[in-house]
């Protein structure tokens, strides 16, 4: 088995700051994901990397940055925080390209 | 670009009762069909996956597959209070099944 740990659980930030989410796998897996969940509802994808180094933008990239510096982990910047991204950030990890994703916890973000 | 669209939006049956979730989407060339499961609080978990048309039966859960009705689903027989849930489907991309688009997903709430 193995897991996926998102730093951190919940992050406060100022409108207009630069705020950074951190994500681990020991799976060692190949792909990693990030999903942003508003409201309890469905997830959208914001990027995600199929190596290390690699990055793949999703639907909703717009405002993030991302990066890949080793297999096992995979940051998210939120460039410039608003009150409208206060959401759930979900990371995820995949190791066959067949949709079957594991998931972390995820990041609560909220912005004052 | 793929469109995934899940109904209803939120459901309460009975303790008991058969219960039957949908998904659409846009894409008759997908490849990878999946029902995730988000118990509140938690990670999202893979929960059943169908990969050509018929049927696919795992215990209480089943899914139909109709990729010219452009339309799966999923089946709950006897629907217990721990099946109260968040339940999002998810379809790959043609040309890259690692990319996966999430539905906004249907609340399910199984009174005892």
């Known amino acids: 088995g193995g897991i996926i740990t998102q730093t951190p659980k919940f992050l406060i930030g100022q409108e207009g700051q630069k705020l950074t989410l951190k994500c681990q796998q020991n799976f060692n897996h190949d792909t990693m994901y990030w999903y942003r969940q508003d409201s309890g509802k469905g997830l959208r994808l914001i990027y995600y990397s199929i190596t290390e180094n690699d990055l793949q933008k999703g639907d909703l990239s717009e405002g993030y940055d991302a990066s890949r510096e080793k297999k096992s982990s995979f940051s998210l910047t939120v460039t410039s925080a608003q009150k409208n991204e206060m959401a759930v950030f979900l990371c995820a990890s995949s190791k066959t390209n067949t949709g079957q994703l594991y998931f972390g916890e995820g990041s609560k973000l909220t912005v004052l | 670009q793929q469109n995934v669209q899940q109904s209803p939006e939120s459901l309460i049956v009975p303790e008991g009762a058969r219960t039957s979730l949908n998904c659409t989407f846009s894409d008759s060339a997908s490849q990878y069909f999946w029902w995730y499961r988000q118990h509140s609080g938690k990670a999202p978990k893979a929960l059943m996956s169908i990969f050509s048309n018929g049927e696919k039966e795992e215990g209480r859960f089943t899914i139909h597959l109709n990729k010219a009705s452009l339309h799966f689903s999923l089946h709950i027989r006897d629907s217990q209070p721990s099946d109260s849930a968040l339940y999002l489907c998810?379809?790959?991309?043609?040309?890259?099944?690692?990319?996966?688009?999430f539905g906004l997903g249907t609340t399910l709430q199984v009174q005892p």
């Open positions: 998810a379809v790959t991309i043609t040309g890259n099944t690692r990319k996966l688009i």
